[in-house]
């Protein structure tokens, strides 16, 4: 017991676990349509393109969630317009404009030296300088997210699963994939001071992924990704304490382990339905 | 009446549920058919067949309004396709495209049908899934209701679909290859299917592959290649000519058992060193 309590005489543990336990769960929630609508590499991308508002903001003396979130709506808005014409696929549309975007960042940072070491944690995640005011922004951002898959629930299930059929339906799809891009930008936002842009991919895409191996149904599917979530950063956190190693890339290594055993009980179970009479 | 039920009123046979005046329809740059015209009255079930990549998913696509012609006009029910228009249609795509890992339960697949009378709650209301119970009970597929929508046979998935399409009470279904990956005595039942729903007063429009099939079942069919090559009974279109018109593929048609049979020709291989006759 002792070895869970130690930790947590330190305020900055607290809020750091209390930051990644919120930013674990919700990427968690997020990382379900994600995965299932296949846009694994929005999330990468557009953690990059928030990293060129942040870069922007601060340079510019401006609120880092103010800028940067306003750069990521953007961004999201702009990646979901033009991945809906046919001309340009999603891939493609992702990748210039969040490469794009990412490099005027390192533009920026390159003319402005003075500034490169800050920006190590907003490559790599800096969760232990989390600040109460933080803590907030993630809270506020959880308790949005929440409401939002859950007001779109239907909506987001229909569209995630047949998007032009839900459209015949009275879907207003194009609503709704610009609510989901929004609301993804607002996740990547928070998330990046836990888990940095180059690992806040794997944060979204994890939990959602091992979940799905281990179950069938969607509603089962969208709180287990979210535990996973959880588990996954208080676990990592605990070890990043005791091991000493960054806490994103620890986060990151206890996510890919989970996989690890999801895969193997799903491969099990396989074998078990197989193998029965 | 209970929401979702088969139970459907005939209507008004000489009505016209679907005017097509001479659309054209195309994607990018590239016309797929020009100067296209069809009508289907109430009541009315017919077949659209032709070749892969002819058009016909592009037409259904713009009696949905998915697709905007860049010519002519499309009027379902006395009226341009719009949000009102489309409460009264039914649509299975095609299956091929969907994810059959996605993980959903065929009674939410039926339920998604319901989805402009339901309330913006995450879950249902009793009566929505009372509804589509009732429902899957007449497709006879109630018992798949809690099975993941991979686990079902070729059969039920596609009545899993007819089901959503249903939920909202259509007066027009439009189907986009309903009879694909199924066994011949499935795709008797399909069609058996919609001919009941038709004798209810429902217009069908479907397009396929399996000629033989339609034949026996649609009273009307359509011969469709970027263009109406013709349309008719079977017996009216199904003639070697119209067909070579249609699918460019020579093509035998004959009679066994009273059954119009269509067949294709083999097409020899005529490489250099083939010592095949002509």
Redesign the interface.
């Known amino acids: 017991m002792a070895f869970l309590l130690e930790p947590l005489t330190y305020l900055f543990f607290q809020r750091a676990l209390l930051a990644s336990l919120l930013t674990g769960a919700l990427c968690g929630l997020i990382g379900v349509y994600i995965v ?1 609508r296949r846009m694994s590499y929005i999330g990468h991308g557009l953690s990059h393109a928030v990293f060129g508002g942040a870069v922007v903001s601060y340079f510019l003396q401006l609120n880092f969630y103010l800028g940067a979130g306003l750069w990521g709506i953007a961004s999201a808005l702009l990646i979901n317009q033009v991945a809906q014409r ?2 340009v696929g999603a891939d493609a549309a992702i990748g210039i404009v969040t490469t794009a975007s990412f490099a005027i960042g390192v533009a920026v940072i390159s003319r402005q030296r003075r500034f490169t070491r800050n920006f190590e944690a907003a490559l790599f995640g800096n969760v232990l300088g989390i600040t109460p005011a933080d803590l907030w922004m993630i809270g506020g951002v959880t308790v949005a997210a929440v409401i939002g898959i ?2 779109l ?3 987001l ?2 569209s ?3 998007e ?8 207003p799809t194009h609503w709704v994939n610009a609510v989901f891009a929004v609301l993804l930008a607002a996740v990547i936002l928070v998330g990046m001071q836990v888990m940095g842009v180059t690992l806040i991919a794997a944060a979204l895409v994890i939990p959602a992924s091992a979940a ?1 191996l281990l ?4 509603g089962r ?1 969208l709180w287990l990704s979210s535990l996973l979530g959880a588990a996954m950063s208080i676990l990592g956190m605990y070890a990043s304490y005791y091991l000493d190693m960054a806490s994103g890339a620890t986060i990151v290594l206890v996510g890919a382990g989970m996989f690890l055993i999801a895969w193997l009980l799903s491969l099990e179970g396989r074998r078990g339905r197989h193998s029965a009479p | 009446m209970q929401r979702g039920g088969l139970d459907g009123e005939r209507t008004a046979i000489d009505e016209t549920i679907v005017a097509v005046e001479s659309i054209t329809c195309g994607y990018g740059r590239t016309p797929l058919f020009c100067d296209v015209s069809l009508s289907l009255q109430a009541g009315q079930v017919a077949g659209l067949v032709g070749p892969t990549g002819s058009g016909k998913s592009t037409l259904l696509k713009a009696l949905l309004g998915l697709v905007r012609p860049w010519q002519g006009q499309v009027r379902v029910f006395g009226a341009p396709v719009g949000r009102t228009v489309r409460e009264r249609i039914g649509y299975v795509p095609q299956l091929e495209t969907l994810d059959w890992r996605f993980p959903v339960t065929a009674e939410q697949v039926v339920l998604m049908g319901a989805y402009r009378g339901m309330s913006w709650l995450p879950w249902c209301r009793p009566g929505e899934r009372e509804a589509a119970l009732v429902l899957m009970q007449q497709l006879g597929i109630a018992d798949c209701a809690q099975r993941q929508i991979r686990e079902l046979s070729g059969g039920q998935q596609q009545r899993v679909f007819l089901a959503r399409a249903l939920m909202g009470e259509p007066r027009l279904l439009l189907l986009d290859e309903p009879t694909v990956g199924v066994d011949v005595k499935t795709q008797h039942d399909i069609l058996h299917l919609l001919e009941d729903l038709s004798a209810r007063g429902l217009t069908i429009l479907l397009t396929t592959h399996d000629l033989n099939a339609v034949a026996a079942h649609l009273p009307w069919l359509i011969c469709f290649n970027r263009g109406v090559v013709a349309q008719g009974s079977p017996e009216a279109v199904f003639t070697p000519d119209i067909l070579r018109a249609t699918y460019a593929s020579e093509m035998l048609v004959f009679r066994q058992h009273g059954y119009l049979l269509v067949a294709n020709t083999p097409l020899v291989y005529r490489g250099p060193h083939s010592d095949r006759p002509d």
Do not use: I, N, S
Request: hydrophobic residues 40%.
């Open positions: 299932l046919r001309q859950l007001l629930y239907k909506p299930l229909f995630t699963f047949d032009e059929t839900a459209e015949v339906y009275g879907v799905r179950t069938h149904r969607f599917l």
